[in-house]
């Protein structure tokens, strides 16, 4: 739902910097890299209940994340530097409900299941419209120029970073703030169902 404003305001210093390492020689896959490695150090951090030094390193990945792409439009663009983005954030987005649940098990293992399958949910909605979108030939800006097609919804990247940010600020308030989450995650999915229907059918 925010990505759209978000992008309008972080892209122009992304591109800057992004046109900077690609001039230096940085490739988007090694920027790609870098940024799950700071998302998977981020993890440990949350599960051993360092939880700012988790925030900072969130936010270091994520910035990680939306440079890999301004330095592949300076650079070549390819369809594997796209898959590897994809697949890494994904797996970023369940390492961090994780890292909540491994700090403390007894308070937080049932919130965060729901809000892991809650994105199983809401990344399938998305990746099978993405195909089904490819195979029809449809095509988006909406969300900038991407590898996959982007279907826009309440809960989108903005939006998992915010919520992201209030677990590292508030931990004792995750399992409420994951339940919340995952009902926006949920009823995304719904949404791009409901989409689906209407847009694919024949």
């Given at each position: 739902?925010?990505?759209g404003w978000a992008r309008a305001r972080i892209d122009p210093a992304l591109?800057?910097?992004?046109?900077?390492?690609?001039?230096?020689?940085?490739?988007?896959?090694?920027v790609t890299l870098a940024a799950f490695a700071a998302g998977f150090a981020?993890?440990?951090?949350?599960?051993?209940?360092?939880?700012?030094?988790?925030?900072?390193?969130?936010?270091?990945s994520r910035i990680g994340d939306g440079l890999d792409g301004a330095v592949?439009?300076?650079?070549?663009?390819?369809?594997?530097?796209?898959?590897?983005?994809?697949?890494?954030?994904?797996?970023?987005?369940?390492?961090?409900?994780?890292?909540?649940?491994?700090?403390?098990?007894?308070?937080?293992?049932?919130?965060?299941?729901?809000?892991?399958?809650?994105?199983?949910?809401?990344?399938?909605?998305?990746?099978?419209?993405?195909?089904?979108?490819?195979?029809?030939?449809?095509?988006?800006?909406?969300?900038?120029?991407?590898?996959?097609?982007?279907?826009?919804?309440?809960?989108?990247?903005?939006?998992?970073?915010?919520?992201?940010?209030?677990?590292?600020?508030?931990?004792?308030?995750?399992?409420?703030?994951?339940?919340?989450?995952?009902?926006?995650?949920?009823?995304?999915?719904?949404?791009?169902?409901?989409?689906?229907?209407?847009?694919?059918?024949?």
């Amino acid at each position: 739902m925010l990505d759209g404003w978000a992008r309008a305001r972080i892209d122009p210093a992304l591109d800057r910097a992004g046109r900077s390492l690609a001039r230096s020689g940085v490739t988007a896959n090694a920027v790609t890299l870098a940024a799950f490695a700071a998302g998977f150090a981020a993890f440990v951090a949350i599960a051993l209940e360092a939880y700012l030094s988790g925030l900072f390193l969130l936010l270091l990945s994520r910035i990680g994340d939306g440079l890999d792409g301004a330095v592949a439009r300076h650079t070549r663009k390819s369809d594997f530097g796209g898959y590897l983005d994809i697949v890494l954030d994904f797996a970023f987005y369940g390492l961090v409900p994780l890292g909540f649940v491994l700090a403390d098990p007894s308070a937080n293992s049932v919130a965060g299941a729901v809000l892991i399958l809650s994105f199983y949910v809401n990344g399938a909605s998305f990746l099978a419209y993405a195909v089904m979108a490819e195979k029809r030939g449809l095509s988006t800006d909406a969300r900038g120029e991407k590898s996959l097609f982007f279907t826009t919804g309440l809960a989108e990247a903005t939006e998992t970073i915010a919520f992201f940010v209030a677990f590292c600020l508030f931990p004792e308030w995750f399992a409420v703030l994951a339940f919340v989450f995952a009902a926006l995650c949920f009823y995304t999915a719904v949404s791009r169902i409901v989409i689906a229907a209407r847009t694919f059918r024949e």
